[in-house]
C-alpha cells in the first residue's frame, strides 16, 4: 500500500534555531513528491515539487531534498512567521494529479 | 487574482440531514479535487474532475456522498443522512495539469460538524 508518513508530528524551535522535518514514503515509482503549508483555518499552500533522488529546490528559509526513500524539509534560522503546518505528499502512481498525504508536521517557531 | 472559493466556510448540522457544499475553482483551471481533512489525520482524496472526462469517484467513502461539476466550473459535494463520523474540513483545489505541472490550489475549506 502506498504510504507517506511524516516526522516529527510537532516540533517547537526557538527563533534562528535551525532544523529539519522529515517525509519517508513508500510507493511503486515515484512520480512526484510535494511540499504544502498550511495556516489554520486555510487549505494548503503549495511549497515545491522534487521529482527525482537527488533532486533539491530552495525558497527563503526552506530548502527541500529528495533521495528514493524519503524527503526532508530543511529550515533554516528560522522566524515565527515560519510556524505553521507542513504536510508532505506523493502523486499517486496511477498516472493523474491525486495526491497522497502524509498527516503533516506543526511547526512553532518561538521568539 | 481569485483563488479558489468555497462555501460555506462554516457548516453546523443535525445526524441524518443532508449537507450541500460549493466550490468555485480558479477561472481556466481544468482539473478539480475534493478532499477531506479529518483532525490529526493526513488529508483523504475524495474525488476527481477533469473536464469533460467520467470523474474518478475512488474515494468517495460511501453512496451517501455525491459530486457534481456543472459546465465544467463550479462543483458541488452533496453529503446524504450525515453522520457524526462526516465531520471534517473538506477541502476543494483546483490545477490546470500538464508535464510537471501538478500544482495544486486549495480553497479554505469548509469546516462540517455533525451534532
Known amino acids: 500500500e502506498d504510504q507517506v508518513t511524516q516526522s516529527p508530528e510537532a516540533l517547537r524551535l526557538q527563533e534562528g534555531e535551525s532544523s529539519s522535518l522529515n517525509c519517508s514514503y513508500t510507493?511503486?515509482?515515484?512520480?512526484?513528491l510535494f511540499w504544502y503549508r498550511q495556516d489554520p483555518g486555510k487549505g494548503p499552500e503549495f511549497l515545491f515539487t522534487?521529482?527525482?533522488a537527488g533532486e533539491e529546490k530552495e525558497k527563503e528559509r526552506l530548502k527541500a531534498t529528495l533521495t528514493k526513500k524519503e524527503s526532508f524539509l530543511h529550515i533554516t534560522a528560522p522566524k515565527p512567521e515560519d510556524s505553521a503546518t507542513y504536510l508532505c505528499?506523493?502523486?499517486?502512481?496511477?498516472?493523474?494529479?491525486?495526491?497522497?498525504f502524509g498527516a503533516g508536521t506543526r511547526l512553532a517557531v518561538h521568539p | 487574482g481569485a483563488g479558489v472559493s468555497q462555501s460555506p466556510s462554516n457548516k453546523v448540522t443535525e445526524k441524518g440531514k443532508d449537507v450541500e457544499l460549493r466550490c468555485d475553482p480558479i477561472?481556466?483551471?481544468?482539473?478539480l479535487y475534493w478532499y477531506r481533512q479529518s483532525l490529526g489525520q493526513g488529508l483523504e482524496f475524495l474525488i476527481y474532475?477533469?473536464?469533460?472526462?467520467?470523474?474518478?469517484k475512488s474515494g468517495l467513502p460511501s453512496d451517501r456522498f455525491s459530486a457534481e461539476r456543472t459546465g465544467g466550473s463550479v462543483s458541488t459535494l452533496t453529503i446524504q443522512r450525515t453522520q457524526q463520523e462526516d465531520s471534517a474540513v473538506y477541502l476543494c483545489?483546483?490545477?490546470?495539469?500538464?508535464?510537471?505541472?501538478?500544482?495544486?490550489?486549495f480553497g479554505s475549506g469548509t469546516q462540517l460538524s455533525v451534532l
Open positions: 474532475f477533469q473536464g469533460n472526462s467520467a470523474p474518478d
Open positions: 522534487l521529482y527525482s
Open positions: 510507493v511503486s515509482g515515484l512520480r512526484g
Open positions: 505528499a506523493v502523486q499517486d502512481p496511477g498516472g493523474y494529479n491525486k495526491l497522497i
Open positions: 483545489a483546483s490545477s490546470s495539469p500538464g508535464f510537471r505541472n501538478e500544482k495544486l490550489f
Open positions: 477561472s481556466g483551471h481544468t482539473a
